[in-house]
């Protein structure tokens, strides 16, 4: 999936997003080049960095998939129906303690747009440009071999043999 990302005070930006059929890993690409590997059935999350040719072990966050995830602490409401990106989808408007926002999920659990508004007022907006149901490449959801791999301690990173 492509997405848009529109947050206060920065360019709106496109990160590709790709879930691994199955399971919940994700891979999340950024402008820049870097993308990060989440893992929750694992509890890993890897950063990869291809012009350092590098691959962060970073300690594990329940909320590092950031918009893209959704979970029980949350309060839903069901609103209507709509569609994004050619793919039709329901709109629920979400609360968690002071942040508000909706959501508009496919009916096969795709989160297709994400609009939330923290506790300070700021708004994110993360929307689906273009969807693909296509299997992933082999190795997709791995750092690719040969890269330094390391990991990520209080002291800083350390280098994996």
Do not use: H
Not at 8 to 32: H, K, N, Q, S, Y
Not at 60 to 70: H, K
Not at 74 to 101: H, I, P, Q, S, Y
């Amino acid at each position: 999936m492509l997405y848009r990302l529109t947050q206060p005070g920065t360019p709106a930006t496109e990160i590709r997003v790709t879930a691994r059929a199955g399971d919940a890993a994700l891979r999340i690409d950024m402008a820049d080049r870097t993308y990060m590997l989440l893992d929750p059935p694992g509890k890993r999350m890897t950063m990869v960095a291809p012009d350092e040719e590098t691959a962060l072990e970073l300690p594990y966050q329940i909320d590092a998939a950031g918009p893209f995830r959704l979970d029980e602490r949350m309060r839903f409401t069901k609103r209507a129906g709509e569609t994004v990106a050619g793919v039709r989808c329901t709109v629920w408007d979400v609360a968690l303690n002071k942040a508000r926002g909706s959501v508009c999920v496919s009916e096969d659990g795709v989160l297709l747009r994400s609009s939330a508004t923290d506790g300070a007022g700021r708004r994110t907006l993360i929307e689906a440009v273009s969807v693909s149901y296509a299997p992933a490449p082999p190795g997709e959801f791995d750092p690719p071999p040969g890269y330094d791999r390391m990991v990520a301690t209080p002291n800083g990173p350390v280098r994996q043999p």
